[in-house]
């Protein structure tokens, strides 16, 4: 995969390993760690630096590593890895770190992993008082991560600057998928998104000859395509409940009331461990009131195509709509706010944006309004465009919709915002200041 800018993380990373700081790189798979990895690998060498870099997925016993760093004593996992971080002139990476741990886990030295990270914590500390270089440890595993350095005890905690990477820009993700598709890079990106590693394969279908949806469509709906094989080894390490939660959240059965009336068993343990593996995060919108997400989309999108006698299936059509691209998005971030933010639009005008009671789209009598934020004084009627800046046809039809939501709906319009993340055209710009339409 072609290295597509990073350049704000190289730079971070750069400076931390300029000052030994040992640092937990974590993230969703697919987000570009490994290539961030790569590229950093690639600087450090060129900068003579010596590298220690091991892939945990690559590593089936004790044995590799002791290979790895060229280790002549006895056979003991805890002089082994005792050996790796006495390395104190290497920098060491170590992509995929919680399988790279349990390669270690046996009885006799280490009876858990928690007793492996606790041993690796111990040789970091001693690592830094000699002033070694610095340690890099990457995982897609954030539920583990997190058991076993977020808490304040846990036993990695002290010892690492946590990095969270998430998904590319768009003006990124589009440099991406044209250096892989450039005829459907906005298409390919509206889809999926700032992920890496989904933006290459849909790329690699469309330039087999297929559409973007129908590419899509292959990847995750055929048993023989790429994401249906990766979810489905993800949705296999889940227990029933788990699956069946998660197929009634992709569902929008999403606020814990809900799920409780159509689960068996409390459903309260299960929540807990998919919020703890970073697969569902939870947003409040009260001090009773929550609802829960999945965080990948794409991954929602194959639970809520799939077959469930009890809940059916949603079309691949019906969920692009509802939940995937630039348009889903903006009804997310408004969806999520979690208080009253104060911004400027493109025109310089104060505008305050409060939490909304609901946010909906509309599509019926042939009329389409990308989003609408329900107040107990109003709503906020909004138009989302991604697909270049927005021309002077984009506030029009803003209007017009805004005109529809008070004449048909009967509701207030308190105010109207044109979204638009490559920007706006001149006669756009003027248009929607002689209107009062706000400019984000």
């Not at 104190?88 to 741990?101: L, R, S």
């Not at 799920?259 to 309260?268: A, F, G």
């Not at 929602?300 to 469930?308: K, P, V």
Request: proline letters at 3%.
């Amino acid at each position: 995969m072609r290295f597509i800018n990073r350049e704000r993380e190289l730079s971070e990373f750069l400076s931390y390993i300029g000052n030994n700081t040992h640092i937990l790189l974590y993230g969703l798979r697919g987000v570009g760690k490994t290539a961030l990895l790569d590229k950093l690998t690639e600087i450090l060498v060129s900068r003579d630096y010596s590298v220690i870099r091991i892939n945990g997925y690559d590593i089936s016993s004790i044995m590799d590593v002791a290979t790895i760093i060229n280790y002549r004593g006895e056979i003991n996992p805890k002089l082994i890895l005792a050996e790796l971080f006495r390395r104190d002139g290497d920098v060491i990476i170590i992509d995929e770190f919680t399988a790279f741990m349990r390669v270690f886990v046996g009885k006799t030295y280490f009876p858990s992993i928690e007793k492996v990270a606790m041993f690796i914590r111990n040789a970091i500390q001693r690592r830094s008082k000699r002033n070694g270089k610095s340690i890099i440890l990457c995982s897609s595993s954030i539920g583990l991560v997190k058991k076993l350095t977020s808490k304040y005890f846990a036993p990695l905690f002290r010892e690492l600057k946590h990095y969270f990477l998430g998904p590319l820009s768009y003006e990124d993700a589009v440099k991406l998928a044209e250096i892989h598709c450039k005829r459907y890079s906005m298409d390919v990106v509206n889809l999926v998104g700032g992920m890496p590693f989904y933006i290459i394969k849909l790329c690699q279908e469309v330039n087999a000859g297929f559409e973007p949806k129908q590419a899509l469509e292959r990847l995750l709906l055929d048993p023989h395509g790429d994401l249906h094989i990766f979810f489905h080894a993800l949705y296999e390490k889940l227990s029933p409940e788990e699956r069946y939660i998660l197929h009634l959240i992709s569902r929008g059965i999403n606020r814990y009331s809900k799920i409780r009336e159509r689960t068996i068993r409390d459903p309260y343990p299960y929540i807990n461990k998919l919020l703890s593996e970073g697969i569902i995060k939870k947003v409040r919108k009260g001090v009773k009131e929550a609802y829960y997400y999945i965080v990948d989309k794409l991954f929602s999108t194959w639970l809520a195509s799939r077959e469930i006698p009890s809940l059916g299936k949603i079309s691949l059509d019906a969920i692009i709509v509802s939940s995937m691209g630039f348009e889903s998005a903006v009804r997310e971030m408004l969806r999520e706010l979690p208080y009253e933010l104060e911004i400027m639009d493109a025109l310089g005008r104060r505008v305050v944006l409060r939490p909304p009671k609901q946010v909906f789209r509309y599509a019926k009598h042939d009329r389409e309004i990308d989003a609408v934020a329900v107040y107990d004084n109003g709503v906020i009627v909004i138009e989302a465009h991604f697909w270049g800046p927005a021309d002077i046809n984009k506030v029009n039809q803003l209007i017009r919709n805004a005109e529809f939501v008070e004449k048909d709906l009967g509701l207030e319009v308190i105010d109207k915002i044109l979204v638009s993340y490559f920007g706006f055209k001149e006669k756009t710009i003027e248009k929607a200041r002689t209107e009062n339409v706000k400019l984000f």
